[in-house]
Structure formats: C-alpha cells, structure tokens
C-alpha cells in the first residue's frame, strides 16, 4: 500500500504535556500549571512541572526524530512562555521564550524536519484567566492576535505551517462544559460562548498573517478533533441522530470556517439564545480562513435517537452538551478497546475522511493527531513491544489509504505522540508515544510501533511486521 510521495509524515506533541521547565526561562504560570495545583484535579497528583523536560532535552528529541526518518514534527508554543501575562501591556515579551523556540526550530531544520506550529494548545496564560474571564471575554480576541503576530514576526520566516488552535471543541466541552480540564468550569451556556470566542480568535489570528506576513509564503489552518457518529440503525431517526452529533461535534467549529460562516442550522433550532451570533464581518472573516483542513481522530461511536433514559457513551461524554443534542451513544462490544477506553474502528476514520469531503468541498485535510494509548508492557532494558499499537497504526493508516483512494484530499499524518507525556487530567498514567519515557531517568527508547512507522515513513507503504 503506497501512499503518494509528497505526502506529509510527522509526529505531535503540545508544550504542556512534554516541555517541563514551568517556571524556568521566563515563562509565566499558565491555567494547566494552576489547574494541577488542585486537589484531585489529574490523576495521581501529577502535573506538567517536569513533563518529558524537553524544554532542556529538545535537541535529543529532534536527534531521535531524525533517527527516524520523520520529516514533519507538529508542537505548540506555550503563550506564557512568549507573553508570562498573556499580554504585551503588563509583562513584556519574554525573549528568553522566543530564543528557545527558535534554536528548537533551527534544530529541526538542520535535521531536514518541518516545523508545524500551534499557537494554542489550551496552556493559556494564567492571568488571562484570572483577570479577564479567559476564553469568556471577547476581547481575547485582540490578545490572540498580537501573540500571533509576536510569533508570525519571530518564526514565520522558518515556519511555514501555522496551526492557530488545537481542538475548540475541548477547550469549550471540556474546560468549559463538563470541568475536566483547565479552566475547571461546569456550565451549559459557557462552552457556546468560549467556543464563540476562540472561532473570533482564530479568524482575527489569520487575517493578521495574511494581511501583514503574506511575504512569508506560509499556510494557516485550525485543527479540529472528531470521533465518528455511526447510524446505530438504519432507522431515519438515527441517521439524523448520526448527523446531528457529527454537525454538534465538527460542524461546530468547521461550519463557520469552511461551509457558511455560521453555526450549523441543527444548532440554531436546538440551542436557541445560548447560541451567540456572529456580525456580517465576523462571518465574512471566518469564511474561507483556513487554507487546511486539520483533523485530530481518535475513534468511533454508533449515535442513535436519545430514549428517554438518557444514556451516555464515552469518557468525556457525548461530544457536546447532551441535552441539547438529543443522541444516544454506543459502542459494539466487539469493537477491542485502547487503555483509554477508546474503540479502535479505522473504518469509522475512513468514513470521517469521506463525510469531510463532502460537505466541506473537498478540502486539503492534514490528519494532525491519531494515535493510542495501550498496556505498555516496558523491560528493563526500556524496550516495549507494543504490537497492538502498531495494529493501530496499520489499520488507520490503511483508512486513511482507502480514503485517499476514495478521492479524498489526505495530504499528510501526524501520529499522536512522538512520545509518552502528561496526558492532561489522567496524568501520567496513558502512553500515547511511539516512544517510551522513563518516569525517573526520562531516558528515551522508540517502541516497536516506531521502528514500524519509521519504515512507512522512509518506504510511504505500509508493510507487515
Ligand atoms: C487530544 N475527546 O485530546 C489532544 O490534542 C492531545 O493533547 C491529547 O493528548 C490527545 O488527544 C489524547 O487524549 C483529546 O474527548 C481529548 O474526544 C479528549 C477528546 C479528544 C481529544
């Protein structure tokens, strides 16, 4: 199975969850530092402190990558590393924060890899948060448009890939809707509002880079996560249903981006006045600002009418506010299960892929995050032979090469993570990495997957193992 030569094969990872040095560097606290102070906030009372410590380790990263022969390597800048308040006005800006992403993306070229950068991977700076309401006040906005601009000035004559936000829809569900991840806030009508802002923020972000650094001759896009909604029937009702979680889940964001320049009308009838509106202007902005679709997959549930019992699917819940959503989730109990409970399904990866095409005109879409987290099974020498992980891999890979097959614009894959990290609020207790980190040493030892990946990545097929 060949995928096509100029396809993009990478590795991601996000400031929080791999840098460490918290407080070295000049870096400001951020809501994930804070969030980690409190008392049963993440499992086992871990926090990113430390991490993988690639904020002094990055250049044996960038080594271990070449190694491998990846040609992409997706990050994000911490935003309290470049602004320690969020903002210019208060604390200036932390040079210190702009060297050490610049000698990272030096590294990274001198080794023949591509920078993608995120601008926001949900590390907001602390006093944003306690001073202006975070992603609640519109005026964020402004401030995420200058710390774009900040990097665009810094980077962009090296960084061709500009990612501005890594899945809205957690930073609304999850930190604004159910609580479990940083801000920590519980409420129904919030996550509607943040996700407002963060759309504002990114179209703001983009119209400053194509405005002012177009010179530059990058590419600007957003990434978005989405599970795939199967009919649990072929009954109509859950058909809608289907369609319906999927427009609540991507259609969301991805709507006002690459369809309409607004919500999606299922949201409008059902949400009513908790849905914001966007000015002419705002939708005008939002339309057509992201030259990529990027698209971070995970796994599949079947959606169904909602019975009156109410029952819901998955760890984080439904993929939007349940009750306003009206769908039943499910899984097939034959489905097998990664350590975090999600269901391996690469058909349902295919089947995204085609839905995407279709409504959203066939957009370049950039795979930014797939991956698992399995029962690793470490030996004493380091060395994990992570089978199941690379079955993973095999059997989204061949999806995403179905899909291709299919027409559908695939350009590239980031497998999610090059490495074990802080997986948010369950800790340290997911690996999602192709390469094992020692908790103590944090010595770093690729796993089996990666020595498979390593094989796709230099071959562009994906061969037994
Ligand atoms: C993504 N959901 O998070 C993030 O981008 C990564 O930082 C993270 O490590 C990775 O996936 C694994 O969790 C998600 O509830 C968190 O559907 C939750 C969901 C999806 C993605």
Redesign the pocket.
Known sequence: MQFPENFTWGT?T?SY?IEGGHDEGGKGPSIWDAFCEIPGRIAGGDDGKVACDHFHKFREDVALMASLGLRAYRFSISWPRILPTGRLDRGSMNEEGIRFYSKLIDTLLEHGIEPWVTLY??DLPLALQTERDGWLNPEIADDFEAYARICFEAFGDRVKHWITL??P??VA??GYGQGV?APGRTSTTEPYVAAHHLLRSHAKAVQCYRNEFAHQGGKIGI?N?C?WREPLTDKPEDKDAAQRALEFYLGWFADPIFRSGDYPESMRERVGDRLPKFTEEESKALLGSSDFFGL?H??TMFAAEASSDGKEG????N?GISEDQDVDLSVDPEWPLTE?K?AVVPWGCRKLLGWIAERYGDPAIYIT?N?C?MDDQVSADGSVDDQDRLEFYRGYLEACHQAIGDGVHLKGYFA??LMD?F??A?GYR?R?GLVHVDPKSLKRTPKKSAHWYSKVVRTNALGDE
């Open positions: 991601a996000s969850q991977h949900w890594n899945e829809w957690v569900i999850l991840f990434t996560n599970d971070n995970y796994t998955s760890v984080y819940g993929g975090f999600w995050e991956g987290a999610w993570s990290n997986e948010w369950s997911f999602f």
